[in-house]
């Protein structure tokens, strides 16, 4: 597969199953999945065409494993990172001692008074391990890699929440749980 186009088409699909659904005439139920048959039929964005094969080897291959299908491959979703209000069902889990998360120095000033926001986010996203954080944090410039005290939190009443792709999920991270 040409990763030119499969990275297109992944990152149409995150836009499209994460913020805005409707730029395709797509609808998404309450706990955001769509019908494939009916994304594959709607989806022509930037010239990129999609058929069920191409979108299946998408998915598979995604290194982030931002999708998933339901079991019999009829719907599709994004696993995380909505803008839009989707319940996900997600469990609640207890966190390892720390998570980390991956961001840049210009964002430092508001972390340290304000902690970490979901912003237009459902959730503040968190990695287990720092390699993630630094893949998430250097996609805008060189990585600064913040230490979650995640033990303390889940201790002092926050929940966590494990996405199926394996990151992790929460509604805020107060400044006073982070190592800068």
């Known amino acids: 597969m040409d990763n030119k186009i499969t990275k297109g088409i992944s990152k149409s699909l995150s836009y499209i199953l994460r913020h805005s659904p409707e730029t395709i005439k797509l609808k998404l139920d309450e706990n955001g999945w769509a019908e494939v048959d009916e994304l594959i039929a709607r989806f022509d964005l930037y010239d990129l065409k999609l058929d069920f094969e191409l979108l299946e080897y998408v998915v598979e291959h995604n290194d982030k494993k931002r999708f998933a299908f339901n079991a019999d491959k009829t719907k599709i979703r994004a696993n995380q990172g ?11 889990g207890e966190p390892p001692s720390y998570l980390y998360h991956g961001t840049v120095e210009k964002f430092l000033p508001d972390i340290k008074a304000q902690g970490l926001q979901k912003m237009s986010r459902q959730h503040v996203h968190l990695s287990a391990d720092k390699e993630t954080a630094i893949k998430v944090g250097g996609r805008r410039g060189r990585p600064i890699i913040l230490i979650i005290n995640s033990k303390a939190m889940n201790k002092a009443g ?21 190592t800068f």
Do not use: G, M, Q
């Not at 909505?82 to 609640?92: A, R, T, Y």
């Not at 926050?158 to 006073?176: C, I």
């Open 82 to 92: 909505h803008s839009i209000s989707i319940e996900l069902d997600l469990d609640e």
């Open 158 to 178: 926050y929940k966590f929440y494990l996405s199926a792709n394996n990151v992790w999920l929460t509604a805020v991270v107060p400044a006073e749980y982070i």
